[in-house]
Structure formats: C-alpha cells, structure tokens
C-alpha cells in the first residue's frame, strides 16, 4: 500500500493495525489526498477558463461550482491537518 500499511490496502481486512499504526498513516494519507484536491482544483480551473474562453457560460459557472468545491475540500483538509493530524504525528515522534 502507498503508506506502508496492509491495513489501509482495500484489499486487507483494518482488524490488521492497532490504533497507533493507523494515527502514524494519517499525515500520509491527508498528503495524498490534498494532492488529489490539487489535481482537481488545477483541472477544473483550466476547465472553467476554457469554456469562459469559447462563451460556455452554462458550463463555466456549473465548473466553477465544483471548483468551489474542490477548494472547500482542499481548505477542511489543511484545518485537519493542522488541528488533529500534525499535533499527534509531532507527539508520537517525541513520545
């Protein structure tokens, strides 16, 4: 698996890691997926300025919705990482 843990594979059963494996994944995975919200902010912001660009004004605004979407995601993901998800990676690496 991309962290290193079968138990965050889709295909391994979670009954695999202990609370204290999975609490190490969560930096890594939030990574991942701010990346992901990256991606898509990226893809629909050039989505959005091409039918801006060809006059489809329907499609632009429904596309800006979800851009407005994606940053949203993007922002919660930061206000977890800072609040809950890098205070317990800093504690684990000084316990």
């Known amino acids: ?50 039918a801006e660009m060809l006059g489809y004004e329907q499609a632009h605004d429904l596309l800006g919705l979800t851009l407005d979407e994606e940053e949203t995601a993007d922002q919660k993901l930061t206000e977890l990482a800072e609040a809950v998800i890098n205070p317990q990676a800093v504690e684990g690496e000084s316990a």
């Open 1 to 50: 698996s991309v962290t290193g843990l079968g138990c965050l594979d889709a295909r391994a059963p979670c009954r695999k890691c202990n609370e204290g494996q999975i609490l190490a994944a969560l930096p890594k995975m939030a990574k991942a997926a701010k990346k992901v919200e990256h991606y898509e902010i990226a893809s629909y912001g050039c989505l959005c300025t091409y």
